[in-house]
């Protein structure tokens, strides 16, 4: 292994050539330098190893730096063996080797604040099936496996070794996670879509915050219609699945992957809801610092990945989304629109009073928001539907999911179906639009 103990000293052999190295020392001087400062105390067998505490050998070898055990083997060094091989097989050795050490550093110094240990993989206790670049172990006894991938993936055994080194991690109790290196980043031209080696769709998750992107873009896709969210979202203009069936709103489910440049400090968290194994619609791409992707939550249950600005750009989403709908459903029904202006205008001064107290008061009542469905209908007026959605967007934090999703239900029957829609003023339908994806 690359660390040994001597006396009360954790030695990093591999830790101190690349120090040396990246002074500009030559191969020979830097061998010159640590024979001269260590070799002394292993021919003394002063130093010894930190999982079994026997004896060990100080080896100065280019490629790998690092103190060999001279009698019986332990579980640590034999996870050494089998680390050192996979990385020289299955991964760029010189750019694994700086990535991984800047990825300890920054993931070190971020992790202890919630008491966490990180461990070498190969410093682990019993012998594992495949060794991980690190292993985060949590006060409650949890345990991530931690990867920083930068191997050959044109191979089509790259993909079947992640699928194996995942099922491996998960059965030894790890959670794994995966660092990406930049360079695997591939976005399609002239449309929202990012391909896929099928190593990525094995390394993917479902953060809570996909989970929110995941509401979202089905509550666009029900809204709006699937056609019309392809096209205006990802430019997919061909999107015809099953259109027989197009009452039924398959489910989305949106997923990140984390590319890491960690000689520049930068992380790209790409969201995507997949096509194929081949391909994925781009949701959003939040470019955020490394030293917050490796950072816990506040909860301490998951990295960071995400920008703090995702909120906005949900709405942001929206607002491009709505606009571009809106556009076109003035083109169907012109006519019916200038009437119905008219209508309400007329009825917002008549009504507008009454109900804001009747709106007050069911978002009192939080359990029972059953009053403000019924006043949500088509021949409301627009500046009560206003009235309504900025409530409700102060108060949303107390209304139930599923109160929600009855008033979300309400605004896009008052909007009607997506090829025949409700004829209803332009002013409303944006206001049943915000409310149905509120
Ligand atoms: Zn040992």
């Not at 391909?195 to 809570?208: F, I, N, T």
């Not at 409700?392 to 179906?417: C, D, Y």
């Amino acid at each position: 292994m690359e660390t040994a103990i001597l006396f009360d000293q954790k030695i990093d052999i591999a830790k101190e050539w690349r120090t040396e190295a990246l002074e500009g020392s030559s191969r020979s001087a830097i061998i010159q330098t640590l024979e001269k400062k260590y070799r002394i105390h292993s021919r003394k067998r002063s130093f010894s190893c930190q999982c079994c505490s026997q004896q060990v050998i100080l080896v100065l070898r280019e490629e790998s730096p690092h103190f060999r055990h001279e009698g019986k083997r332990c579980p640590s060094a034999d996870n050494y063996e089998k680390y050192i091989r996979r990385v020289n097989k299955q991964e760029s050795i010189q750019i694994h080797r700086v990535g991984r050490a800047i990825l300890r550093t920054y993931l070190e110094g971020q992790v202890k604040t919630h008491g966490v240990l990180l461990e070498d993989g190969y410093m682990y206790r019993s012998v594992l099936h495949i060794v991980p670049d690190y292993i985060l172990v949590f006060p409650s006894g949890e345990k991530w496996a931690i990867d920083y991938v930068t191997g050959s993936r044109e191979d089509e055994s790259y993909n079947n070794y992640i699928q194996k080194r995942t099922a491996a991690y998960k059965a030894a109790g790890f959670t794994p996670y995966y660092f990406i290196d930049a360079s695997w980043i591939a976005k399609v031209p002239n449309r929202s879509m990012i391909s896929l080696y099928l190593a990525e769709s094995q390394m993917k998750v479902h953060s809570s915050i996909d989970e929110d992107w995941s509401e979202f873009v089905n509550e666009f896709m029900e809204t709006f219609g699937e056609s019309f969210v392809f096209r205006e979202m990802f430019g997919v203009n061909h999107f015809n699945h099953n259109d027989k069936s197009s009452s039924v709103v398959q489910k989305y489910k949106v997923f990140s992957l984390a590319y890491v440049d960690p000689t520049e400090g930068k992380t790209w968290i790409q969201r995507f809801t997949p096509s194929n194994n081949k391909f994925g619609y781009s949701i959003y791409c939040a470019a955020i610092p490394l030293e917050k992707a490796v950072s816990l939550s506040k909860e301490g249950d998951e990295f960071q990945w995400w920008a703090d600005d995702e909120s906005e750009a949900m709405r942001e989403c929206l607002n491009r989304l709505s606009i571009k709908y809106q556009h076109n459903a003035k083109q169907n029904s012109e006519l019916f629109q200038s009437q119905n202006h008219i209508d309400s205008q007329l009825m917002i001064a008549a009504t507008s009073t009454k109900h804001t107290y009747e709106v007050k008061s069911a978002l009192g009542s939080v359990v029972d928001p059953s009053s403000l469905i019924d006043i949500i209908t088509n021949d409301m007026p627009v500046e009560l539907a206003q009235e309504i959605i900025e409530n409700l967007r102060v108060n949303k934090f107390r209304l139930s999911k599923q109160s929600i999703e009855e008033i979300r239900h309400k605004a896009r029957l008052v909007m009607g179906p997506i090829r025949n829609p409700n004829p209803i003023s332009p002013g409303l339908r944006q206001a049943m639009i915000e409310l149905a994806l509120l």
